[in-house]
């Protein structure tokens, strides 16, 4: 599961001199600039401690689990284990484009396709579709570069992307606010083929995970459709180039 870019996207920024970045700032185009964020957030195996903090009106529901991913750059599996109390032993598998949920209670195992893919998480701001959408970016969209910006005193590149004719997308238009120095997405908007916005997501904590490079620990999603509801999804741990286990990231393990 790609968290958020769901497995992945998150950032609280430091002031830092942007003059320097200003000349190199023509040369990128906007497919080089979301190639960068692609090879940034890549991840070929990792392990997650996160949570989930799903707020509706007032109220406030926090959902903790534990991620595996593993991805040759063309296949993305992963596997997510919940793991606070209410949830606990509730998992979700996605093998590349495939996402399969168990419910221990019931001893139920569904695959989640069709309309279900629309939905919530969980009930949170992030669809299932979100968690599916594991291609790179690249591979999916094409892409303009607009004018820059700047986001709490950081210089940000502003992309525009269109889906690709014939490509299955979550939303068929977005625009991304890219940290100029570290290629972090610091802002996201995603639209309807109608231009609807349909959704939101701010980034909140950024976090030097390699030396050099940098990812997003908390990201806050607001779907633009609901009232009053916002998830915050944060990552307290993440382990790069883990060894996972063979057979862990498999349907065997969902029962």
């Keep these: 599961m790609k968290w958020p870019r769901t497995v992945v996207s998150i950032a609280v920024l430091a002031l830092f001199c942007i003059l320097p970045l200003a000349a190199g700032a023509a040369d990128l185009t906007g497919a080089d600039i979301m190639d960068k964020v692609d090879e940034n957030q890549f991840i070929a195996s990792g392990r997650m401690e996160s949570e989930m903090i799903i707020r509706d009106r007032g109220r406030e529901n ?6 595996y991913v593993e991805s ?91 889906a690709r004719e014939g490509e299955e997308v979550a939303y068929y238009e977005r625009r991304f606010w890219v940290d100029a120095e570290r290629f972090v997405v610091l802002r996201e908007e995603m639209y309807a083929r109608d231009g609807r916005l349909l959704k939101e997501m701010i980034t909140k904590e950024v976090e030097e995970v390699q030396e050099g490079r940098w990812m997003p620990m908390e990201v806050v999603m607001e779907d633009k459709l609901k009232e009053g509801t916002e998830t915050i999804h944060r990552i307290k741990v993440l382990e790069l180039d883990y060894d996972i286990p063979e057979g862990k990231i498999s349907l065997d393990t969902l029962q």
Excluded: C
């Design 62 to 67: 926090v959902k903790e689990m534990i991620s």
């Design 72 to 162: 040759d750059g063309e296949v993305t599996n992963a596997l997510a284990e919940f793991v606070n109390p209410r949830d606990r032993g509730t998992k979700y598998l996605m093998q590349d484009d495939e996402l399969w949920m168990y419910f221990p209670d019931a001893e139920d195992l569904v695959r989640i396709s069709g309309h279900m893919l629309r939905e919530g998480m969980m009930g949170s701001d992030f669809s299932y579709q979100d968690a599916l959408e594991s291609e790179r970016l690249t591979e999916l969209y094409t892409f303009e570069k607009e004018e820059m910006d700047s986001i709490d005193g950081r210089e940000v590149y502003v992309v525009k992307a269109v």
